[in-house]
């Protein structure tokens, strides 16, 4: 077979193996029979040895090949051209097979519609809560700006704990808080108890059911040319919330009372509970990586990049300016002399736009820079807002406003997440993406706090809206150096 090599025993070249157990002899040659009364000699038991090693090997191979090893360095051998062996597991190998790209996304936009919506809606309930209470419009407005701020500092430690152990606990217990907190805001009369409710619960509960932690799990769990179109269809399906549950709560509202109005948001929010079981990501102790990393070493590593510093900045003016449009445009357009429903169709238009605008920014996200991309989206915001401060106030004015804020609404979302990906990969996706997301949520807060401080001292909200158009300004300008290459440590790891 080989030069030099010792010549086999006859029993042994005789013996060629099919299949495991089985031999046949080539025509030509006669396999000898082995006397009965001789089990134990010697050309028998170097037959039986090499029978026993063949299957063996076969065994292993076989074994190999369906638990997904990586032995793509078989293929330069004499295996190559006959097997063909299965490539390495991704870290969601494990995931069971009914989980297709298409199920993943499919359950992870509804359980995104779900979270955002009965949160967007939330303005709505400002005015009537108030009244009923007596209270001003800052103890609401606390109250939501509180949400705000701990969703912010609750969605790194959600990011954390999902990338550690996995995204459905972290999603169900998110949902159960959120629900919690729904369901005692219906019957809060008092501000500490709105604050626990509106504030507390739904913060927490927000930070692990919401977009930014399913957006993690689809970059973990979907192939890496999903993961910018995943990200804007992912997002897009919160806005649609937001176009949905704005005009439903209104109307619920107008038919059974705010109270049951809310009582009937917790019961539907549940439904995230048996959704998070398409989103089962693999726990951190099952991922095999080629440079592996602690959680510290990412944390350390993403600010010292002056990139990612630059991405949180910028991410504040989102957040201002969302959660100020949110919580205070309804009552902003009844004390222009508008109808509550023009607040309502105001606000599903921004939602209903953001489902274009978020999909298009994930789109394009794979076609341009994404820098560039989300300083366009900056300054548009800021002219935006101009322009809707300039000119009076009317349904046509109110409509077209939100069509384009809409547009612009949460398409920041696919583009940050996508830089942090490139940047520093997907292993902490969750926890990066939390940590700039607590930047976004400390701006939410002032903007929310600011609105009802500055109307109860001035009786305007037109000072808030002047900021929100400079930190639009000041972050297209923030957004420009952003550099979009991976970090030194995943360039040198091998492909």
């Known amino acids: 077979m080989f030069a030099g090599a010792p010549a086999l025993p006859d029993m042994v070249k005789c013996g060629i193996s099919d299949n495991i157990g089985q031999t046949r002899a080539p025509p030509s040659v006669p396999i000898p029979k082995r006397a009965s009364h001789a089990p134990n000699g010697l ?42 062996v299965a490539p390495a597991a991704s870290p969601a190998a494990g995931v069971a097979t009914w989980r297709t790209p298409v199920v993943v996304v499919g359950f992870g936009c509804l359980i995104a519609l779900m979270s955002f ?22 103890v609401f407005a606390f109250a939501l700006a509180l949400q705000n701020l701990l969703w912010g500092i609750g ?24 629900a919690l907190g729904l369901a005692l805001m219906a019957h809060a009369t008092s501000a500490p108890v709105l604050d626990v409710s509106a504030g507390i619960l739904i913060g927490f509960g927000l930070s692990g059911c919401s977009f930014m932690v399913l957006l993690a799990a689809f970059g973990k769990l979907l192939p890496r040319e999903w993961h910018s179109t995943a990200f804007g269809v992912g997002t897009a399906a919160g806005s649609f919330g937001q176009f949905l549950y704005s ?24 439904a995230i509970l048996p959704l998070s079981t398409a989103l089962v990501t693999p726990t951190a102790d099952r991922i095999k990586e080629a440079a592996p990393q602690s959680l510290w070493h990412a944390v350390s590593e993403a600010f010292a990049h002056r990139s990612y510093v630059l991405l949180v900045l910028g991410y504040f003016t989102c957040g201002f300016q969302l ?11 009844v004390d222009r002399g508008l109808s509550v429903q023009i607040g309502g169709w105001t606000l599903a238009t921004i939602g209903m736009f953001n489902i274009v605008g978020s ?18 989206i900056y300054s548009t915001r800021a002219v935006a807002i101009l322009a809707f401060i300039s000119f009076p ?15 612009m609404w949460l398409s920041t979302v696919p583009a940050t997440n996508g830089i942090i990906a490139v940047m520093f990969g997907t292993r902490w996706l969750a926890t990066l993406a939390g940590l700039a997301f607590f930047s976004h949520q400390v701006g939410g807060f002032l903007g929310v706090w600011l609105g009802g401080i500055v109307f109860d001292r001035y009786g305007s909200y037109l000072p808030v809206w002047w900021l929100a158009i400079m930190f639009g300004v000041l972050s297209a300008i923030i957004n420009m150096p952003i550099v979009e290459e991976p970090v030194p440590r995943l360039a040198a790891a091998p492909a």
Do not use: E
């Open 43 to 84: 050309s028998v038991g170097v037959y039986h040895f090499g029978r026993g090693c063949c299957a063996l090997m076969l065994r292993r191979f076989r074994f190999s090949s369906i638990a997904g090893a990586n032995m793509t360095d078989l293929s330069k051998s004499s295996f190559s051209k006959t097997s063909r």
């Open 117 to 138: 919506g009965p949160r967007s809606s939330l303005g709505f309930f400002l005015t009537p809560l108030s009244s009923a209470n007596h209270w001003g419009r800052d």
């Open 155 to 178: 969605q790194p430690l959600a990011g954390m704990i999902a990338d550690r152990y996995g995204t459905m606990r972290v999603l169900c217990a998110g949902a159960l808080m959120y």
């Open 247 to 270: 005009p439903v709560a209104v109307a619920l509202m107008d038919t059974f009372g705010w109270q049951q109005a809310l009582t009937i948001f917790a019961v539907a929010t549940l």
């Open 323 to 333: 959660a100020f449009i949110t919580v205070h445009m309804p009552a902003y357009l």
């Open 359 to 376: 999909i298009m920014s994930g789109w394009l996200g794979n076609r341009m820079p994404k820098r560039y991309l989300l300083s366009f």
């Open 393 to 407: 106030t009317t349904p046509f004015t109110c409509i077209a406003f939100g069509a384009v804020m809409g547009l």
